[in-house]
């Protein structure tokens, strides 16, 4: 080995002196000319009010820019294979590197998408059981429950020289079970809730929802297709008819003279509804699918999707199926013992993957537990754990609130990920509300002041210590402890759950106190949403907002999700003796330069799309002749420019009095969305906007109980006060709520405490504390009760 004999300090070289990610000007979304520099190889955290321009500046414009610009290095062929990005509207970007996104969207809802799919562990797996499972089945593929199996055999011509036919066999062997195809559940669906049978297709017998018009192709593919007579009541039908009607195989039909596919009833369903994961439909969609099929575990896999072969294979009497179905941790220990020199490094690999899932808390996931099911948090831990054992330094990595769903034991665990990211080289940017996760941060940027287009200017950037000393919205909040109530509300009756056992509950025994503000609290993994969720079944009574994503469009906005606009509509077409219609920017009052959408999207193929503003409604989005309609002296397009706030007041009073909008935008500005406008897109709203704009919508629903999931994702250490206040509003008018939450101020707020553990997993799933705050304080018996004690400085 080579010494080194020159001892003089090496000259400074240029490169060393890239150590800054400049931004200067970023107007995206509700920035105004925002200019930061953000030290790299660092943990710089965003903090800010909700909507107040965090996402915008971290995701929207450092990451976007960093991520168009590592597109641009591939061929325009491989670049017209990726999604197209726009340059953000920045003047500067200097100092950019390559940006690994690990954002809270939801995993894909795919029926065959499991935690083991999304991570390669069950690739890995299958690798494991094709080598030493006992009896030797096949290939990896024969243990795999997203491939068939496949028999075929025939003539093929071979077209090489002199040309030759040849016969063939071909034969695959999937892990695919042939009864469920891979979904572990099947299916029955009830005729009834198809179609009435006493009337005709002419006369409208779907029920399906969609399928009620007579102009739908849908429906005229069946009036017309020569299999079954469309005036005749379907009860009446021969049993061919029947047959056609509902079994019917793909076949070519020409309908109004266009060539369509006509198709049995019954695998029409299965493809249009049925494949779709439920969770991920539309509510109406998801209720008639509840109504009309029964989904029940599959008989001949029990549930496990794999075929008899797949599951009869085995390594120490351990099949495939009881490895995905075992809790991660333990099936880490399993694979640790496992000692098989030929496939070592694969077994090294495999329990590194596996252990990472222990290390970021969630070892009490199993592999086969469908990534639709994971929450927002979940899924972004998930997503983290290939970049664990990365060694790859100098990148740039941008975090969506990764606290979100974490009790506070789990964030200092999550907090040591963050720091070893940063320790090995790397900037590592945060969006984030937790005063735990704030503090651990070298470098800060405090966007705000306020929400919307109050926000969008940068009001502190330092350390924590200058945060705390200066007069922000976060820093006068920072060090804000909610008090543990001296007084609680006495329940008005119990809501009784017996014999609990959804997921990990073991035979749980709970009484929840009605009439007050009951929290259900515990460590990640722990039981509380199976028992809240699982055991108090949406009703009559019961109105569940949970933390699924809103569905919606760029054209959909609050005014169209909330249904504020109807009533707003029809004050329009009463007004001036008009069609409703015309006030929708989707229908006929849409402008047909832009069609509604208010720009006009330019496609450019591998390059970046462009968006400009339409030069025909210059972005009003109505026809010109729609916009002479006025009400109360202001046209639909200034209504939808109106903030919630400003909206609320002109609805209310005067001219402008419609009593059915002023009740939607009232509940809007009591979740603390008074800064909205009516007519901002949904796609533009940030996490925490989403989440309060499903609650005030959930609001207007009648309900003697409501169960929220972790409202306070999302909200800044502001806005939870006001929360907190909604909740006792709620409360005080009669109706009990129930609120699975970790945050310490709201459990310090609660009249009643039931806390799940002590650990997760199957280490978790038993009531270990039932009673107030105080007595919870007092004895510090569990996680949650020496926490809250730190908490409220007891």
């Known amino acids: 080995m080579a010494t080194r004999t020159d001892t003089r300090a090496p000259a400074p070289q240029a490169s060393d002196s890239h150590d800054l990610i400049r931004v200067h000007g970023a107007r995206v979304n509700n920035l105004k000319d925002v200019s930061v520099e953000i030290p790299k190889r660092r943990l710089t955290v965003f903090t800010g009010v909700s909507g107040s321009g965090k996402s915008s500046l971290v995701f929207s414009t450092i990451a976007a820019e960093s991520q168009r610009m590592i597109n641009e290095t591939y061929s325009a062929f491989v670049q017209g294979f990726m999604p197209t990005l726009a340059r953000p509207e920045v003047d500067v970007l200097e100092g950019l590197t390559t940006a690994i996104i690990v954002d809270q969207q939801r995993l894909g809802a795919d029926p065959r998408s499991t935690v083991g799919t999304v991570t390669d562990a069950n690739a890995m797996l299958r690798i494991l059981f094709s080598r030493l499972g006992e009896p030797h089945i096949g290939p990896p593929g024969a243990y795999a429950f997203n491939v068939p199996s496949v028999r075929a055999s025939g003539a093929i011509t071979v077209e090489r020289g002199n040309k030759k036919t040849v016969k063939a066999t071909f034969d695959r062997t999937g892990g695919m079970c042939p009864r469920c195809e891979g979904r572990g559940t099947v299916s029955d669906i009830d005729l009834t809730q198809l179609y009435d049978d006493s009337k005709s297709l002419s006369e409208g017998a779907f029920t399906i929802p969609g399928w009620k018009s007579d102009s739908q192709w849908t429906v005229q593919v069946y009036a017309q297709s020569g299999f079954v007579d469309p005036d005749k009541p379907i009860r009446r039908y021969t049993r061919k008819e029947l047959q056609d009607f509902l079994y019917g195989e793909p076949v070519k039909v020409k309908v109004n003279g266009v060539n369509l596919t006509y198709e049995g009833l019954i695998p029409k369903i299965q493809k249009s509804f049925l494949s779709k994961d439920k969770e991920a439909m539309q509510p109406h969609i998801r209720a008639f699918v509840e109504r009309a099929v029964t989904f029940t575990t599959c008989p001949e896999c029990e549930g496990t999707r794999l075929s008899e072969g797949a599951r009869s294979s085995k390594i120490d009497r351990v099949s495939i199926a009881d490895a995905c179905a075992m809790q991660i941790s333990d099936l880490a220990a399993w694979v640790r013992g496992l000692d098989e020199p030929s496939v070592a490094p694969l077994l090294t690999a495999l329990g590194g993957t596996l252990d990472s899932f222990v290390e970021i808390g969630l070892g009490y996931l199993s592999l086969d537990r469908p990534s639709g099911t994971l929450s927002g948090g979940e899924a972004q831990r998930v997503k983290m ?19 979100i769903g974490l009790h506070p034991h789990d964030i200092q665990r999550m907090n040591g990920l963050l720091l070893r990211l940063r320790d090995k080289g790397n900037t590592v940017l945060v969006v984030e509300h937790k005063p735990e996760t704030i503090v651990i941060a070298d470098h800060i940027v405090d966007l705000g002041p306020g929400a919307g287009t109050a926000g969008g200017t940068v009001c502190f950037e330092g350390t924590v210590e200058g945060l705390r000393a200066g007069d922000t919205v976060t820093g006068r909040h920072f060090d804000d402890r909610a008090a543990v109530k001296k007084t609680v509300r006495e329940p008005t009756g119990v809501l009784e759950i017996r014999g609990a056992h959804t997921h990990n509950l073991r035979d749980v025994d709970v009484d929840v106190p009605l009439g007050v503000l009951t929290v259900v609290t515990g460590v990640a993994g722990s039981g509380k949403s199976s028992l809240v969720h699982g055991s108090i079944p949406p009703g009559e009574n019961v109105v569940s907002v949970d933390q699924g994503a809103i569905r919606g469009s760029r054209r959909s906005n609050p005014a169209t999700y909330t249904g504020l606009l109807d009533p707003i509509r029809k004050a329009f077409a009463k007004a001036n003796d008009v069609k409703p219609a015309l006030f929708s920017a989707n229908s006929e009052g849409a402008c047909p330069g832009c069609n509604g959408a208010g720009v006009v999207y330019s496609d450019l193929a591998m390059m970046a799309g462009v968006a400009s503003t339409c030069d025909e409604c210059e972005g009003k989005r109505f026809q010109s002749a729609v916009l002479e309609y006025r009400f109360a002296g202001r046209d639909i397009s200034e209504v939808l420019a109106m903030s919630v706030t400003e909206a609320e007041e002109f609805f209310g009073t005067g001219e402008g009095r419609i009593p059915a909008a002023h009740r939607v935008l009232r509940r809007l500005s009591d979740v603390g969305l008074g800064y909205l406008s009516l007519g901002q897109p949904l796609t533009t709203l940030s996490g925490g906007e989403r989440q309060r704009l499903k609650l005030a919508t959930h609001m207007a629903e009648k309900g003697g ?83 809250l004690a730190a908490y409220v400085g007891a």
């Not at 754990?385 to 606290?403: A, C, K, M, N, Q």
């Open 385 to 403: 754990i290939r970049h664990l054992g990365s060694s790859l330094t100098d990148v740039t990595y941008v975090f969506d609130e990764p606290t």
């Open 705 to 787: 109980v409501y169960v929220l999931d972790e409202p306070t994702a999302g909200l800044h250490l502001a806005d939870v006060q006001q929360l907190l206040g909604l909740l006792d509003r709620i409360v005080d008018s009669g109706t009990s709520v129930v609120v699975v939450e970790h945050h310490q101020a709201v459990m310090a707020h609660a009249d009643w405490i039931i806390d799940l553990g002590p650990g997760a997993g199957h280490d978790g799933g038993r009531i270990v504390f039932e009673g107030t705050p105080a007595d919870l304080v007092a004895g510090r018996a569990t996680l949650t009760g020496e926490h």
